[in-house]
């Protein structure tokens, strides 16, 4: 079987469900040859899946998806890859961001419990949704809580009914200035699931060359909203500006089936040369993989 790799996967680092070394035994169950961790604007999770990683023979790459803002187009997501998770300034603004996640996410449970309460149902605490998360709290986390005590049957239901509608809004990056803090700690930048930012394709065509001018090292192709037509589309965008294509199934692990580990969207496999182009893209600029 040709090597298949993974370069955006949860953990329960950030709002995954599962923890850094069983992320990495799942993709090694899956036949994987290389992956990436990419929790939300953490690296707490790193050092784990790469030792776990080297016991079991897989290659790795440091991995974040930060949250970021371009002009009207709002909580947009930016994949940094083989940067030092060790830089100083961007350990400082990641600290900021947890910080800022963590109040956010307390915030969130105090307005769901309040709904909870004009209906006569038991509040949540949110310490205990702290403990259960394993590290910082994501809405998922509390909707896996809603289930749990049985205020919701699904995930599905516990966004709709109380954490779309008690949600606080993210703190996010200046795109240009996330794109320098990755690049300045080592490591590359890649614009994560394209078609979640928008479809319109005239539009997303501008947004490039823009983040292109502003250092853009290359887009998520192979993701979990774009379909085989999609994906060529992004392929050939990316390759007409000189851009790196990488891909990634966005795993997650709360209601996503373990088997969607190492696909894009439609059963889509990532070719181990994204892989391949990123290395060498980092080894050119001092990075690099694990």
């Given at each position: 079987?040709?090597?298949?790799?993974?370069?955006?996967?949860?953990?329960?680092?950030?709002?995954?469900?599962?923890?850094?070394?069983?992320?990495?035994?799942?993709?090694?169950?899956?036949?994987?040859?290389?992956?990436?961790?990419?929790?939300?604007?953490?690296?707490?999770?790193?050092?784990?899946?790469?030792?776990?990683?080297?016991?079991?023979?897989?290659?790795?790459?440091?991995?974040?998806?930060?949250?970021?803002?371009?002009?009207?187009?709002?909580?947009?997501?930016?994949?940094?890859?083989?940067?030092?998770?060790?830089?100083?300034?961007?350990?400082?603004?990641?600290?900021?961001?947890?910080?800022?996640?963590?109040?956010?996410?307390?915030?969130?449970?105090?307005?769901?419990?309040?709904?909870?309460?004009?209906?006569?149902?038991?509040?949540?605490?949110?310490?205990?949704?702290?403990?259960?998360?394993?590290?910082?709290?994501?809405?998922?986390?509390?909707g896996l809580a809603l289930v749990k005590v049985g205020h919701v049957?699904?995930?599905?239901?516990?966004?709709?009914?109380?954490?779309?509608?008690?949600?606080?809004?993210?703190?996010?990056?200046?795109?240009?200035?996330?794109?320098?803090?990755?690049?300045?700690?080592?490591?590359?930048?890649?614009?994560?699931?394209?078609?979640?930012?928008?479809?319109?394709?005239?539009?997303?065509?501008?947004?490039?060359?823009?983040?292109?001018?502003?250092?853009?090292?290359?887009?998520?192709?192979?993701?979990?909203?774009?379909?085989?037509?999609?994906?060529?589309?992004?392929?050939?965008?990316?390759?007409?500006?000189?851009?790196?294509?990488?891909?990634?199934?966005?795993?997650?692990?709360?209601?996503?089936?373990?088997?969607?580990?190492?696909?894009?969207?439609?059963?889509?496999?990532?070719?181990?040369?994204?892989?391949?182009?990123?290395?060498?893209?980092?080894?050119?600029?001092?990075?690099?993989?694990?």
């Amino acid at each position: 079987m040709p090597p298949y790799i993974d370069l955006h996967l949860h953990s329960s680092c950030s709002d995954g469900s599962y923890p850094p070394e069983a992320v990495v035994a799942l993709a090694e169950k899956a036949g994987l040859t290389a992956i990436a961790l990419a929790d939300h604007d953490n690296v707490d999770g790193i050092d784990r899946m790469t030792s776990a990683a080297a016991k079991l023979g897989l290659e790795c790459v440091m991995g974040v998806e930060l949250s970021v803002v371009w002009g009207d187009l709002h909580d947009v997501h930016l994949l940094g890859y083989g940067f030092d998770h060790k830089d100083p300034a961007l350990v400082n603004e990641l600290a900021l961001a947890r910080d800022y996640r963590e109040n956010r996410n307390e915030k969130i449970v105090e307005r769901v419990n309040q709904c909870l309460a004009g209906e006569g149902k038991t509040p949540l605490c949110f310490e205990a949704i702290r403990v259960s998360a394993d590290g910082t709290v994501g809405r998922p986390h509390i909707g896996l809580a809603l289930v749990k005590v049985g205020h919701v049957k699904d995930m599905e239901e516990a966004f709709q009914r109380y954490l779309v509608p008690c949600n606080v809004e993210k703190r996010l990056f200046p795109i240009r200035d996330a794109i320098e803090l990755i690049q300045q700690a080592g490591g590359v930048s890649i614009l994560a699931h394209p078609p979640y930012i928008t479809r319109d394709r005239a539009k997303f065509s501008n947004m490039l060359d823009a983040l292109a001018d502003y250092g853009l090292d290359g887009i998520e192709a192979y993701n979990s909203g774009a379909g085989p037509t999609e994906t060529g589309w992004y392929l050939t965008e990316a390759r007409r500006r000189g851009l790196l294509v990488t891909g990634g199934s966005d795993f997650h692990g709360h209601e996503d089936d373990a088997s969607r580990i190492g696909f894009a969207a439609c059963q889509q496999r990532i070719p181990y040369s994204c892989f391949t182009e990123l290395k060498e893209c980092l080894a050119r600029r001092g990075g690099g993989t694990g």
